[in-house]
C-alpha cells in the first residue's frame, strides 16, 4: 500500500509546475529554475501554511513570476547537466570540497514527526518546517483522512485496524479540544482596544495550539523545506539508510531518486558497494551490535520516572579561566601558554573587567561575542515533552543525542488545560496512546514510536559551547517562545551560574528573559502587524 497522498492538478497547472518540480505526484522533490530568492520565500511560507509546496506556487508565487521564457523547460524529466568535469574530479579525485558547492532546495512531504527529526540530523542544512503553533490538525487531507503517518507493515499486521481507529480518535480529541480551548482563552483574555482583530486572533489561536498539540501523535504528517550542499544530502542519506526505521529508509530512496536529477555527481557515491553502501552498513552494524551488548550487560534497567527535568551533567569548573584565556589568545601576540600564566596572575575584579570589555555593549541578542567563548562547554541532560524536545533539536551547532521516543516517562499537561477543565479528555486520550505503544512495542518496536502522543517525555542530551548557550537560551527564553521550552531555556540559564559557577558569562547573557507571559505571541504578532504597515 502506497502510503503517499497524490496530488492532482489540472492540465494548466501541470504544465506551469513541470517547469520548476522535478516531479508532480511524489512527496519529495527538488526545486529548479526558479531564482533563489522566490525558492527562499517559499520555502519561508511554507512553514505556516497548510497547503503543498506545489499549491502553494500556484496560488500565491505565480502571478508574480515572468514564466515566459520558461516554457520549453520540462523538470520532471530531469536536467541536462555538463557532467564530466565533476565526474573527473570528484570520482576519481576524491575531491569532497566541490561537492559542497552545489546545493539544492529539496521539498519533504508527508513526513512523520519521527522522520523529521532524522531530517534534521545534519549540522550543515537549512530546514524549515511546518510549526504546530500556526497550523490546526483538525483538518483532513484530500482523501479524507487525518494527516498521520499510515506504516505499511503496521497496517497489514494484528494491530492494522486499531492502529487506525486509535489515530483517529487522537486527532478527533484535538479537534473537539481546539475550539474549546480557544473559546476558552478568549474569555480568560479578553482583547484591547489597543490590539487588531487579527492580531488579537492570531495570538489566541497559536495560545490554543499551543496547548493541544500535545495530543497528536508521532504520526502526525508535516512538510519540511531542505536547502543543503550536495556533501550534506550524502551525509544525512547514508544516516537515513542505516537507520532502523522503514520509512526513514524509505524516504532516502525517495530523496536521492529526485536528488539524483539536478546534482547527479555529488551522489554517485551513495550506491558503491565499498563506499557508501559500506558505510551505511557500517552504521547499522555498530548500532545494532551495541544495542545488543548492552541489553545483554543489563537485562532490567531501574530508572526513575522523572518529570519535565533540565541537569548539567558536565562543565569545566575553571571553564571562565579558558575563556579569558582565549580572548587574550586571540587578542595579542602571546603563546598559550604566556596568556594562562598572564590570567592566572590577574585578580577577580580584573577578570571581570576584561570578559565584560570583550563582551561589550550588546545592544540585542544577536550581537554575540567571539569564538573565545567557544573555549567551555556545557552538557545538559534534558527530559521534556517530546512537543519541545521537537523545537530544541533544531539547534545543530552543537551535540544532540536523543532516546527513542516511548510512553514510559509519562506525560504532561499544559496549565491552561487543567485551568480550562479539559484536562479529563486531554489524559484520556493520552493514557489510550500509551496503552497502544505498549502493546505494539514488542512486534515494532520502531513503528511503536508513532502511537506516542507530542505530551509524553523523551530523554536527551544536548551539549554546547558558551557562545552556543548564549543564542540558544536567550532565543528560547523569549516571551514569544513555548512554555515548555521557555521552563527549560531559563533552567540552563540558573544552572549556568549556579552550578556551573560561571557567573561572568551568565551575566554576559543579559537577554535571558525570566518573566511571565499570559499570551506568549502577542507581541511578535503586534510587531508583525507594524511590519506589515509600514510596508
Not at 521552563?487 to 528573559?513: C, F, N, S, T
Request: glycine share 6%; proline share 3%.
Amino acid at each position: 500500500m502506497h502510503a503517499y497522498v497524490v496530488e492532482e492538478f489540472t492540465v494548466a497547472e501541470t504544465a506551469i509546475l513541470r517547469r520548476y518540480f522535478t516531479n508532480l505526484d511524489g512527496p519529495v522533490f527538488a526545486l529548479v529554475n526558479l531564482p533563489e530568492v522566490v525558492k527562499g520565500a517559499l520555502f519561508a511560507r511554507y512553514s505556516r501554511s497548510s497547503k503543498s509546496l506545489r499549491r502553494l506556487f500556484l496560488d500565491e508565487f505565480v502571478g508574480d513570476l515572468d514564466l515566459t521564457g520558461d516554457a520549453s523547460i520540462d523538470a520532471t524529466v530531469g536536467m541536462d547537466r555538463a557532467d564530466e568535469l565533476y565526474q573527473r574530479i570528484f570520482v576519481e579525485y576524491g575531491d569532497d570540497s566541490v561537492a559542497q558547492l552545489g546545493g539544492v532546495h529539496l521539498a519533504c512531504e508527508q513526513a512523520s514527526n519521527v522522520l523529521t527529526k532524522v531530517l534534521e540530523w545534519g549540522r550543515l542544512m537549512s530546514y524549515l518546517e511546518q510549526s504546530t503553533r500556526y497550523l490546526g490538525y483538525d483538518k483532513r487531507l484530500t482523501n479524507g483522512h487525518y494527516r498521520f503517518y499510515r506504516d505499511h507493515d503496521v497496517l497489514e499486521s494484528r494491530f492494522g485496524a486499531r492502529f487506525v481507529g486509535e489515530m483517529d480518535r487522537m486527532f478527533d480529541t484535538y479537534a473537539e479540544l481546539l475550539p474549546q480551548m480557544t473559546e476558552w482563552l478568549g474569555k480568560k483574555y479578553p482583547k484591547t482596544p489597543d490590539d487588531t482583530d487579527f492580531v488579537y486572533r492570531q495570538a489566541i489561536r497559536a495560545k490554543a495550539l499551543d496547548a493541544t498539540r500535545g495530543l497528536l501523535p508521532a504520526s502526525a504528517l508535516s512538510n519540511l523545506g531542505i536547502y543543503a550542499s550536495g556533501q550534506a544530502y550524502e551525509s544525512l542519506l547514508l544516516h537515513m539508510r542505516a537507520h532502523p526505521l522503514p520509512e526513514v529508509r524509505t524516504y532516502a530512496q525517495l530523496m536521492l531518486d529526485e536528488l539524483v536529477k539536478v546534482i547527479p555527481s555529488f551522489l554517485k557515491r551513495v550506491d558503491v558497494p565499498e563506499r557508501g553502501v559500506a558505510w551505511s552498513t557500517y552504521m547499522s552494524s555498530t548500532r545494532g551490535s551495541t544495542r545488543k551488548l548492552i541489553n545483554s550487560m543489563w537485562s532490567t534497567l531501574d530508572d526513575d520516572v522523572p518529570g519535565e527535568r533540565v541537569r548539567l551533567v558536565s562543565f569545566d569548573p575553571d571553564g571562565e579561566r579558558r575563556v579569558l584565556e582565549a580572548i587574550v589568545f586571540g587578542n595579542s601576540t602571546m603563546s598559550h601558554e604566556e596568556a594562562a600564566r598572564r590570567i592566572d596572575a590577574l585578580n577577580e575584579i580584573e577578570r571581570a573587567v576584561l570578559l565584560k570589555t570583550y563582551v561589550g555593549d550588546r545592544k540585542n541578542r544577536r550581537h554575540r561575542p567571539g569564538r573565545a567563548f567557544e573555549r567551555t562547554d556545557y552538557r545538559f541532560e534534558l527530559v521534556t515533552d517530546y512537543g519541545a524536545f521537537r523545537d530544541l533539536q533544531r539547534h545543530r551547532l552543537l551535540t544532540i543525542e536523543w532516546q527513542s521516543l516511548t510512553a514510559d516517562l509519562g506525560f504532561d499537561v499544559p496549565d491552561v488545560i487543567v485551568e480550562a477543565g479539559l484536562a479529563g479528555r486531554y489524559e484520556e486520550s493520552l493514557l489510550r496512546s500509551a496503552e497502544l505503544y505498549n502493546d505494539m512495542r514488542g512486534d515494532f518496536p520502531e513503528q511503536s514510536q508513532y502511537a506516542v502522543a507530542l505530551a509524553f517525555r523523551i530523554r536527551y542530551v544536548m551539549q554546547m559551547n558558551a557562545r552556543e548557550a548564549m543564542h540558544l537560551i536567550e532565543l528560547r527564553s523569549g516571551p514569544q517562545g513555548h512554555p515548555s521550552y521557555r521552563r527549560v531555556a531559563q533552567e540552563m540559564a540558573r544552572l549556568v551560574r549556579d552550578e556551573a559557577g560561571h557567573h561572568l558569562i551568565a551575566d554576559a547573557m543579559k537577554y535571558v528573559d525570566f518573566s511571565d507571559t499570559d499570551l506568549e505571541r502577542l507581541e511578535a504578532e503586534r510587531a508583525a502587524e507594524r511590519n506589515r504597515q509600514n510596508r
